[in-house]
């Protein structure tokens, strides 16, 4: 099976949160390219079976890359085996116990996209991001800063200055495992 995992990504973690992907499906023997949609054109999928495809979120709204991926190659789609995962802040709403956030992002950032191209995805990856204050612009590091005391208050490491870690690994590697079960018997 070959797989194509199209990311973009704006603070870096939909990148490796792709590698991370892409690491469980090799060890699952399944032969996998990485693209970031940022760097490279993707011009045809024909050789693929599985698609999976990643954006960050940004005030609800997915990169424009990903989303051209997404309106360019849907209606090619229904011939393979599809998933799509989000980079989102929802762990910090579940820690928070705010499930009516949680569930109203889930469907911002992927049911909405499912409905809008008429997609017919194995799996949709809900996840963690990353917070980093130095990758962003001035007035954005102004509108998150009040996040900062929630962040230290809800537990979130600081993995760097600046950096906070929102992801939850296992959550991601299961997934990818569970993927390659449900592509091989899709
Ligand atoms: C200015 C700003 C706005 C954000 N807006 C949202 C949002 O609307 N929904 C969400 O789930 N996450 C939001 N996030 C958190 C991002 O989803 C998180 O940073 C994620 O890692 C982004 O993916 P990327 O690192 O691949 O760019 C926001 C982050 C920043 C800095």
Redesign the pocket.
Known sequence: MKALIAYA???????SSSEEIAKVLREEGIDVKVVDTKEEKITSISEYDLIIVG??????KW?NEAENFLAKFHKEFADKKLALFV????SVSEREGKTEDVAN?RKV?LEYKVSKYNLQPIALGFFG????FNK?NFI?RR??SFLKPQLEKDGFQEVQPGVYE?RDWNEIRKWARELVTKAIQA
């Open positions: 990504t704006r603070y870096g973690a939909t990148a954006s960050g979120m940004q005030m609800g990169t980079s989102t802040m929802k992002m950032s991001g990353v917070l980093d962003m954005m509108t998150m929102l």
